[in-house]
């Protein structure tokens, strides 16, 4: 079996926070994610919930390619990381026993779970990563009462579950 080798938090946090202060800087939008979701799904879909996000320059924007380079960007930090590429669907052994052993319907899960929160992430008016990485950032008060209610929300909802299923 080929040794994983994990990126250090404190790399990727720098990283990511370098990332938002550049991009709000060149292009005076705060780092988010939620927007491209909306816009690629409104390439897909004629539903005005996913159309009400199309900027003027159309669907092909900078949120897209934004959106778009994030699994390259995890692509690329697997070819340059030291050891072998491991594709897997494991978030760790704790988690591996809650998901559905077959591959497959492991990442229908996924897939599913990730979908469910692109939507919530628009009902909301923002993601995880805009409204902590870049509201918090900002001081915005509407972005640090989301950033508590997505922790305390987050921490209830996986108590409840793993107390559901593991009594």
Known sequence: ???????????????VGLYAMFQLLVTGR??????????LCGCFS??????????????????????????????????TSPGGIVPSFSLGA?????FPNALWLKGLVLIAGGFLMGVGARL??????????SGVAMLNPPSILASVGFFVGGTIMVQLLFHVFFG
């Open 1 to 15: 079996m080929t040794e994983v080798i994990v990126w250090s938090g404190w790399a990727g946090g720098l990283a």
């Open 124 to 133: 909301a008016g923002g993601c995880t990563s805009g409204h902590t990485i």
């Open 94 to 98: 704790f988690y591996d026993a809650v």
């Open 46 to 79: 004629r539903a005005l919930f996913f159309r009400l996000v199309r900027e003027k320059d159309g669907p092909v924007n900078w949120r897209f390619w934004f959106m778009l380079g994030l699994p390259l960007g995890g692509i690329v930090a697997a070819v």
């Open 30 to 39: 705060p780092l988010g994610i939620s927007s491209g979701y909306c816009i």
